[in-house]
């Protein structure tokens, strides 16, 4: 039996190479995997240190550019981080085949996120909502004391709206603070002000608050874009004929358009781990908002103009920031959003939803026409040959060889690689 145990008092307060000196002594760890773990990059160790609890080290993504998108009228190189291949590839040429009918155009509503403070222990819960709404003003002021500077800019608490719900455990009054969070993405602001406000909640209800916590389905910060694509740019009318066919797949059929969406956030994602925003919350927001209905549909909507062209919407919550958490303090986040050029939050969620309708407009036109492996399983090779142990031109030789065979695996890339050096490299 194993004298190992995970329970470690104190590792907490140890700094990053301890941590990792212990981790390595658990693991077996050789010197060259500690050095892989603890290669800085573009992210200082203390800085790393003060961002997550019991930081050993890093785990470096792939950081790629987008090109071709225009956006309103703008033109943008899209940073990426991703450990996909194909998708920034993809990404830029539907970006190309949009320029023929003027990019993309992009909007999205002010950031408002909601807060909900859970009321429990009501005698009369329908009373106590319209207990709680006569003081509304009363309520949004005790809000903005707690973020003068918010208020400052244009933001803060708007509105305090409320809904009374039937649970297992009883009826209960969810409060629902609405707040602007301007260029943040808001999750610290928003909890900071449900918090602030519970005292007086309880008090005018006669309830117990229990949970005061934002919500991820930010149904009133949405972005949007839209694009034409011009017929014969993209392959003709049986083309556009196909895409619209695939789409219907995906309206119909959720275990589709589980996938068809997991094909947008590949953009979404994307751009948010490159500008260091939370892409839990976008995800939770986006399939949330994809269900919203009571079925879970597309993200995206397609159809055929006048002229006989593919039209494509997107529209989806988009809880992004400029300002604030990781996105202030990650060196490489503030790199990638002067790359982007973009000045506000609303910009880059504008170019997000841009990213992921230009995503999916890519996989359902590779699905339609070539089948997704193609172009999709080029790439994988290179990744299978680096794998078998294959280092700078021999990747190309060994992925080449197997996207000739059509054998495209582990197996046989270490055979390829073997016959290539002669057993040795």
Same mark, same amino acid.
């Given at each position: 039996?194993?004298? =190992?145990?995970?329970?470690?008092?104190?590792?907490?307060?140890?700094?990053?190479?301890?941590?990792?000196?212990?981790?390595?002594?658990?693991?077996?760890l050789s010197d060259e995997e500690v050095?892989?773990?603890?290669?800085?990059?573009?992210?200082?160790?203390?800085?790393?240190?003060?961002?997550?609890?019991?930081?050993? *080290? +890093?785990?470096?993504?792939?950081?790629?550019?987008?090109?071709?998108?225009?956006?309103? *009228?703008?033109?943008?190189? !899209?940073? @990426?981080?991703?450990?996909?291949?194909?998708?920034?590839?993809?990404?830029?040429?539907?970006?190309?085949?949009?320029?023929? =009918?003027?990019? +993309?155009?992009?909007?999205?509503?002010?950031?408002?996120?909601?807060?909900?403070?859970?009321?429990?222990?009501?005698?009369?819960?329908?009373?106590?909502?319209?207990?709680?709404?006569? !003081?509304?003003?009363?309520?949004?002021?005790?809000?903005?004391?707690?973020?003068?500077?918010?208020?400052?800019?244009? *933001?803060?608490?708007?509105?305090?709206?409320?809904?009374?719900?039937?649970?297992?455990?009883?009826? @209960?009054?969810?409060?629902?603070?609405?707040?602007?969070?301007?260029?943040? @993405?808001?999750?610290?602001?928003?909890?900071?002000?449900?918090?602030?406000?519970?005292?007086?909640i309880e008090e005018v209800t006669g309830?117990?608050?229990?949970?005061?916590?934002?919500?991820?389905?930010?149904?009133?910060?949405?972005?949007?874009?839209?694009?034409? +694509?011009?017929?014969?740019?993209?392959?003709?009318?049986?083309?556009?004929?196909? !895409?619209? =066919?695939? &789409?219907?797949?995906?309206?119909?059929?959720?275990?589709?358009?589980?996938?068809?969406? =997991?094909?947008?956030?590949?953009?979404?994602?994307?751009?948010?781990?490159?500008?260091?925003?939370?892409?839990?919350?976008?995800?939770?927001?986006?399939?949330?908002?994809?269900?919203?209905?009571?079925? &879970?549909?597309?993200?995206?909507?397609?159809?055929?103009?006048?002229?006989?062209?593919?039209?494509?919407?997107?529209?989806?919550?988009?809880?992004? *920031?400029?300002?604030?958490?990781?996105?202030?303090?990650?060196?490489?986040?503030?790199?990638?959003?002067?790359?982007?050029?973009?000045?506000?939050?609303?910009?880059?969620?504008?170019?997000?939803?841009?990213?992921?309708?230009?995503?999916? +407009?890519?996989?359902?036109?590779?699905?339609?026409?070539?089948?997704?492996?193609?172009?999709?399983?080029?790439?994988?090779?290179?990744?299978?040959?680096?794998?078998?142990?294959?280092?700078?031109?021999?990747?190309?030789?060994?992925?080449?060889?197997?996207?000739?065979?059509?054998?495209?695996?582990?197996?046989?890339?270490?055979?390829?690689?073997?016959?290539?050096?002669?057993?040795?490299?």
């Amino acid at each position: 039996m194993s004298s =190992k145990t995970s329970r470690l008092p104190g590792f907490h307060k140890l700094t990053p190479t301890e941590r990792l000196r212990v981790v390595k002594e658990w693991a077996g760890l050789s010197d060259e995997e500690v050095k892989l773990l603890s290669a800085e990059g573009g992210l200082p160790l203390d800085v790393a240190d003060r961002m997550v609890e019991n930081v050993v *080290g +890093f785990m470096p993504l792939p950081l790629g550019i987008a090109t071709n998108f225009l956006i309103n *009228g703008k033109e943008y190189l !899209i940073p @990426m981080a991703i450990e996909e291949p194909s998708v920034i590839a993809a990404a830029s040429n539907a970006a190309r085949m949009a320029r023929a =009918k003027g990019g +993309f155009k992009a909007g999205s509503t002010e950031p408002i996120m909601i807060g909900q403070v859970q009321v429990v222990d009501l005698e009369d819960p329908f009373t106590a909502l319209i207990k709680l709404l006569k !003081i509304k003003e009363e309520v949004l002021a005790e809000a903005n004391r707690k973020d003068p500077v918010l208020v400052k800019l244009g *933001g803060g608490a708007k509105d305090l709206t409320g809904r009374v719900i039937d649970t297992e455990m009883g009826y @209960m009054l969810i409060a629902e603070l609405h707040v602007d969070v301007r260029d943040a @993405m808001g999750a610290n602001a928003v909890n900071t002000m449900c918090e602030a406000v519970a005292p007086l909640i309880e008090e005018v209800t006669g309830g117990r608050v229990l949970l005061r916590i934002l919500t991820n389905l930010a149904v009133e910060r949405l972005a949007w874009a839209e694009a034409v +694509f011009d017929k014969e740019v993209i392959g003709g009318p049986e083309v556009v004929e196909a !895409i619209l =066919k695939a &789409y219907a797949f995906a309206s119909a059929d959720p275990y589709r358009a589980a996938t068809h969406n =997991k094909g947008i956030m590949n953009g979404v994602v994307a751009v948010a781990l490159a500008t260091a925003n939370d892409t839990r919350a976008l995800e939770a927001g986006a399939h949330a908002y994809a269900a919203r209905s009571g079925r &879970y549909l597309p993200l995206t909507s397609w159809w055929r103009t006048e002229d006989g062209d593919l039209a494509g919407r997107i529209e989806m919550p988009m809880a992004v *920031g400029v300002v604030g958490g990781a996105t202030a303090v990650h060196p490489v986040a503030k790199v990638a959003r002067k790359i982007l050029g973009v000045t506000s939050a609303r910009e880059l969620a504008e170019v997000m939803a841009a990213v992921g309708l230009a995503q999916n +407009f890519a996989a359902l036109r590779a699905l339609a026409t070539e089948g997704i492996q193609r172009g999709h399983m080029k790439l994988h090779a290179r990744s299978l040959a680096m794998a078998a142990g294959a280092r700078g031109h021999l990747v190309d030789l060994v992925a080449r060889r197997m996207v000739e065979e059509g054998v495209i695996r582990l197996d046989r890339a270490k055979q390829i690689l073997e016959e290539l050096t002669g057993g040795g490299e």
